[in-house]
């Protein structure tokens, strides 16, 4: 079944400067990349997502770009802000097979 | 989302009772989901459901057991509760058409003592 992993587990940056969160999968057939953040207390929601035909999807301060032939995807968040501060959840897809999640990372972004 | 919802929101019961946790959700997704959350931890998945007659176990299986009355209702049961089950409960739903996005609901605290 598909691997899904994700680094770091953890990241402090300090406000305005830009996160970067990194996942990597190991079933070439997966096409959906969706993005979940958690704040504290809170349900996981959809923040992006990325279909395998595109490379890249930017949404104001968050993008994701994706590489098919590495088999990695990465989270874009620029301009940091603290309510950015929150589990940030990757994970993988395809067709009629169940998400795959990563293993989270916990991002604080320090005022 | 108020559009899945689950209940209880909070819960504690004994070691060794039957108890059960209900989703619910209006949002007309055929696919439904149960996740355990620990502390610290990430999402594990418990069951899955891709219609009323399609149960699937998930990575943590064991102790737990589900059932799809509708298209629209999903529960989770635990025949007798253990206190390592105790954890945040998530019920998720999506639809394979919109590329299989995972709608929360609110989530379930359960304490076993």
């Known amino acids: 079944g598909e691997n899904v992993e994700q680094h770091p587990s953890t990241l402090s940056v300090q406000e305005g400067d830009s996160a970067v969160i990194k996942c990597t999968y190991s079933d070439s057939a997966s096409n959906y990349f969706p993005w979940y953040k958690q704040e504290l207390g809170k349900r996981p929601q959809l923040i992006i997502d990325i279909r395998s035909n595109v490379g890249e999807k930017k949404d104001q301060r968050i993008a994701v770009t994706l590489n098919k032939t590495a088999k990695h995807f990465s989270l874009h968040i620029t301009e940091t802000q603290p309510e950015d501060s929150a589990v940030y959840f990757c994970?993988?897809?395809?067709?009629?097979?169940?998400?795959?999640f990563g293993t989270g990372t916990k991002l604080q972004v320090i005022p | 989302d108020a559009d899945v919802t689950q209940t209880p929101r909070n819960r504690i019961t004994k070691t060794g009772k039957r108890i059960m946790l209900e989703c619910s959700q209006t949002k007309g997704h055929d696919r439904m989901y149960w996740y355990r959350q620990d502390p610290g931890l990430g999402l594990r998945l418990i069951y899955y459901s891709f219609d009323v007659k399609d149960i699937n176990k998930g990575e943590i299986s064991d102790g737990y057991s589900v059932s799809r009355q509708a298209q629209a209702k999903f529960s989770l049961s635990l025949e007798s509760a253990i206190p390592n089950q105790t954890a945040l409960y998530f019920c998720?739903?999506?639809?394979?058409?919109?590329?299989?996005?995972?709608?929360f609901g609110p989530g379930t605290r359960l304490l076993v003592l």
């Open positions: 994970a993988a897809s395809k067709g009629n097979q169940k998400v795959t």
């Open positions: 998720a739903t999506s639809n394979a058409g919109t590329g299989d996005s995972q709608y």
